[in-house]
């Protein structure tokens, strides 16, 4: 007899195995299909579990129209399922339109939403394909470590960075997430674990009083951050009353919305599942009394978003007065804090108690579980994509390139219940919705999307992203014939031309700590890697360095530049880390305290890189490979 929790989990997209990176093939159990199940608020008892089971095919079995459609901009659309049916189209500008039987006529570039006899469903007008980006070349740096006097790095720094980098030759200049995160707490520093993905961090705002730094090393966030948002507080309370308060006239209620969980955060702690339990929806009595009587930190906290956008702009004019092809390139993170203003704001669009995650895999032999909520596919569904095509359109409103971190969960989503003990399981998304969605935007704004493509590929994605004009990514470290015995490295001309390809990443040791075994180092150091294991690992690493000196003909970094730039790929990045001559990485993944994460300055003043002696050998280089 067939289980109804089964049939309920493949109806929801859980799949019942995968093979992971090993080659092994898991098949979820019943722990990790209930777990998942129970994560998406549907009955995990075999009755109810049925029941649930029976009312979404009856659900679907009376829809006239299907949960959403994809159609190409310009095309003149149908929808077969209508027959002769009368149906009413909301458009994304406002306007309505209205008709019967299955032709809709041409319509715009948009998610779009469809009415026909009590059934809604949702239209994305997508350009079937975005267009291939000119060959061109950029630099990638850490913001919070381009400060000056010690402090850390500003809207402000990055403009004049920008500016530099670009009359230097570079087309783009990419950063870390710049996500709205935790302020009030100094030890949630990572960019990839934020608050919420469509706002803007108020750590990187420029205040006209800097305060004062320090020159050390790396980066006190617990004593940097207070001074800058002391400084931000003076200058709001200078500013004029209309100035703080006209934002209540844009009718913004997901603003409205996070400015009221950033006054409640600091009255009751950062994180919302601590806070007292009528607190913890936006929707309570006590939530909307609170944002009555607190009217005032409300407007501070939607000035430091008007605050940090203003300056983005800024950001943005500086690379179209250096005549930057795309300008600035910024960072999407594949998932949220469990505990921050995104889950608050819509709880219902986030799974419970799972974290994203990813499987085994040669680097991990027991999986990843990283600590970020994962979207609900049924409810972004139900939310017409919506919450998506914000975050989307936020980041791309001063930015030409975005990287969606971890693409491969547009495809298939990796799901770890916090449970100890309880193996993950993926969840299939709604991949060619989540891909039109993405090229609704990039067109809107006129900007390149790259995805994360590495690790555990499923099948057909790397050709959807093709297909829809989305550049994947490709690592020189990683870029190697893996059948063979000995190491042996992709040839440049061999490289994917639908790419954007950099030596290393922010999660990946520099050129010269890649060469020294840097990597390795820190593993063996914090206790996560034996001695054997050590020498083992350095060794393989000894072979690479010395197969790739070989194929370049020189150890220098300008030879790897070289290299990365003779690639056939569209675009490629340089490391700001790699043309100074840095040894450490940004980050170690795997570790919070034990690595100084997110930490480390680069130590030249933002307004000087592009006449640097380093970049403008770089940039001569570039040039040379026609870049």
């Known amino acids: 007899m067939i289980d109804p929790r089964d049939d309920l989990a493949g109806r929801l997209g859980i799949v019942p195995e995968y093979r992971d990176a090993t080659g092994t093939v898991h098949e979820i159990s019943a722990l990790t299909r209930d777990a998942l199940l129970e994560a998406m608020g549907v009955p995990t008892g075999p009755v109810g579990a049925a029941r649930h089971l029976e009312m979404l095919k009856e659900r679907d079995a009376g829809r006239p129209i299907p949960d959403y459609t994809i159609v190409d901009v310009g095309s003149f659309d149908r929808i077969e399922s209508i027959g002769e049916r009368e149906w009413e189209i909301l458009l994304e500008d406002g306007s309505t339109r209205r008709g019967s039987g299955g032709e809709l006529g041409e319509l715009p570039l948009g998610v779009h939403e469809i009415r026909c006899e009590g059934a809604t469903g949702w239209i994305l007008c997508a350009p079937a394909r975005l267009p291939e980006p000119p060959r061109c070349w950029g630099v990638t740096l850490p913001l919070y470590g381009i400060g000056r006097d010690g402090a850390i790095g500003t809207y402000a720094d990055l403009a004049e960075a920008v500016g530099s980098l670009g009359r230097a030759g570079a087309a783009f200049v990419g950063v870390n997430p710049i996500h709205a995160g935790f302020p009030a707490d100094p030890n ?78 600091e009255r009751f702690g950062s994180y919302w599942p601590a806070w007292p339990e009528e607190y913890r929806s936006p929707d309570t009595e006590a939530s909307k009394t609170f944002a009555e009587e607190n009217a005032e930190r409300l407007d501070f906290h939607a000035w430091l978003q008007r605050r940090a956008d203003r300056q983005l702009a800024e950001v943005e004019q500086a690379a179209k007065e250096a005549g930057m092809t795309y300008g600035l390139y910024l960072d999407l993170a594949v998932g949220t804090h469990p505990a921050g203003a995104e889950t608050w704001g819509d709880a219902e669009l986030f799974a419970r108690d799972v974290s994203l995650g990813a499987p085994p895999d040669a680097f991990s032999s027991d999986g990843q579980s990283w600590g970020l909520a994962p979207l609900r596919p049924d409810t972004l569904i139900a939310e017409g994509f919506r919450p998506l095509s914000a975050i989307l359109r936020r980041q791309l409103a001063h930015a030409k390139i975005l990287r969606i971190d971890h693409i491969l969960g547009f495809d298939r989503a990796f799901w770890v219940p916090v449970q100890d003990g309880i193996p993950g399981a993926y969840v299939r998304m709604p991949r060619d919705a989540l891909l039109a969605v993405a090229r609704i935007e990039a067109a809107r704004a006129g900007a390149v999307i790259v995805g994360e493509d590495l690790g555990n590929i499923p099948d057909g994605l790397q050709q959807a992203l093709r297909d829809a004009g989305i550049l994947g990514c490709r690592v020189v470290q990683f870029e190697q014939h893996w059948e063979h015995y000995r190491p042996s490295f992709r040839d440049p001309e061999h490289y994917t031309t639908e790419a954007l390809t950099s030596f290393s990443t922010h999660d990946l040791p520099t050129w010269l700590g890649w060469r020294e075994g840097r990597d390795i180092d820190w593993r063996r150091d914090l206790g996560s890697m034996d001695v054997e294991t050590h020498r083992q690992s350095m060794e393989k690493r000894r072979e690479e360095v010395e197969t790739l000196d070989r194929m370049l003909q020189n150890a220098g970094v300008d030879a790897m530049h070289r290299f990365v730039g003779s690639t056939t790929s569209r675009l490629v990045a340089l490391q700001i880390e790699d043309i100074l001559g840095k040894v450490e990485q940004p980050n170690l993944p795997g570790t919070v305290d034990d690595h100084p994460n997110w930490r480390r300055r680069v130590g030249e003043d933002a307004g000087t890189l592009g006449r640097l002696d380093a970049v403008k050998r770089t940039a001569q280089i570039m040039s040379e490979v026609d870049r």
Do not use: N, V
């Open 188 to 265: 949630a520093i990572s960019p990839y674990s934020p608050s919420h993905r469509g706002r803007l961090s108020t750590i990187y705002i420029a205040a006209e009083e800097a305060g004062d730094g320090d020159d050390a090393a790396l980066i006190d966030y617990g004593t940097a951050i207070p001074i800058r948002m002391k400084a931000l507080e003076a200058e709001w309370r200078r500013a004029s009353s209309d100035d703080a308060r006209d934002w209540r006239r844009d009718g913004d209620a997901d603003l409205q919305r996070f400015c009221l969980h950033q006054a409640l955060s």
